[in-house]
């Protein structure tokens, strides 16, 4: 007997949703209430009362940029192109990796690196054909609920907050948002933060555990830093030959090692890299699988963290969580059920 295979298979929208279990639902309602309140602000009501913004020029030689960063003590900044007037993109710790990159695979180029200019640097992207500088931006208007949607798509940790000028029809950088600086005004500000209970050893699909990139002491920092390229990470943690978590070199730690213009630093292992690092270092953040969203929350608060090393009760590496990760889950987790 012929049968219709339609008789036993219901619609997909038709199809009775499992219960979720209570802390699941918890944790979803959560998560709809902070995604509500990104909706309902702008991007510009994120930023504090009073800020300072260092935006470079284009035509500034790359060496000044970088005494420019560390004396300010800031990682990226705005670029203005002053000919056309107009934003040139977000100069950030990616575009020196970019030009550190290139002088390894070039060194005769080497002897003209104290002539180089910011807008060369997209001549240096383009010649290792890797992703140009970051141009996306939002308008101050817009809720910061979109800022993170853009921010995740294109996989940036900053955007900037970029308006038109009615008049004149140009556009003018307001300021710069971080990652860090969104969980932090939704730490501060929903207290349904605290709800986020569920541990991450039950949603292995939050943070990185497979495949993670890593080093020893003895790892030449230019391994490392091919590492951070290849993977479009900002950070790979420091491990001992048992796999104890010794450190973490970021990202950010190249600015402090080719700020003298001295790029044969490039030469030396991760263990004397690190030791060029500012005395004001805060030292780095762990959390277990036994913790939660409401616990990292927590830190964002109180501390200027940019990731947790997840590690066992022996301090060996576990995982890896970042604020890329912290967003995500933030905005997308069950969004399609949503939907
Ligand atoms: P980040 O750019 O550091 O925020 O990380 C982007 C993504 O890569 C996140 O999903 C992280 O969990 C993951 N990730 C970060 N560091 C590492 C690493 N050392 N090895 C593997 N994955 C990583």
């Given amino acids: 007997m012929a049968v219709d295979a339609s008789a036993y298979v219901a619609p997909r929208n038709l199809l009775?949703?499992?219960?979720?279990?209570?802390a699941d639902k918890e944790q979803m309602e959560s998560l709809r209430t902070i995604r509500g309140f990104l909706k309902s602000r702008t991007?510009?009501?994120v930023l504090p009362i009073s800020y300072r913004l260092?935006?470079?020029d284009t035509a500034l030689l790359l060496k000044k940029s970088l005494n420019i960063l560390t004396q300010n003590g800031i990682v990226s900044a705005p670029l203005w192109d002053?000919?056309?007037s107009t934003f040139a993109g977000l100069l950030t710790t990616s575009d020196y990796i970019n030009v550190i990159q290139y002088y390894w695979q070039n060194p005769d180029a080497l002897a003209r690196v104290d002539q180089f200019r910011l807008d060369s640097l997209r001549e240096i992207e383009r010649s290792l054909g890797v992703t140009p500088i970051e141009t996306i931006s939002i308008h101050p208007d817009r809720p910061v609920y979109e800022a993170c949607r853009k921010m995740l798509e294109s996989r940036a940790r900053r955007i900037p907050i970029v308006d038109r000028d009615d008049e004149t029809r140009r556009t003018m950088v307001v300021s710069v948002i971080t990652q860090y600086r969104i969980l932090k005004f939704i730490a501060m500000n929903v207290k349904e933060t605290q709800r986020l209970r569920k541990p991450f050893s039950e949603m292995p699909n939050v943070g990185t555990y497979a495949d993670l990139a890593t080093a020893s002491m003895d790892t030449p920092v230019m391994d490392v830093i091919h590492?951070?390229?290849?993977?479009?990470?900002?950070s790979v943690p420091i491990l001992d030959k048992h796999g104890v978590v010794l450190n973490v070199f970021e990202a950010v730690d190249v600015i402090a090692l080719i700020k003298g213009g001295l790029y044969d630093d490039l030469g030396l292992t991760v263990g004397d890299a690190l030791l060029k690092r500012s005395d004001d270092f805060p030292g780095i953040f762990t959390c277990s699988l036994s913790d939660n969203m409401s616990t990292i929350y927590d830190t964002i608060r109180k501390s200027r963290v940019?990731?947790?090393v997840v590690i066992d009760s022996e301090n060996r590496l576990k995982g890896v969580l970042t604020l890329s990760d912290v967003l995500e889950h933030t905005l997308l987790e069950g969004l399609e059920d949503d939907d």
């Fill in 16 to 22: 009775a949703r499992p219960a979720l279990p209570a």
């Fill in 43 to 45: 991007s510009y009501d």
């Fill in 54 to 56: 260092i935006v470079l």
């Fill in 82 to 84: 002053s000919r056309s």
């Fill in 227 to 234: 590492m951070l390229v290849k993977k479009n990470i900002s």
């Fill in 306 to 308: 940019h990731r947790f």
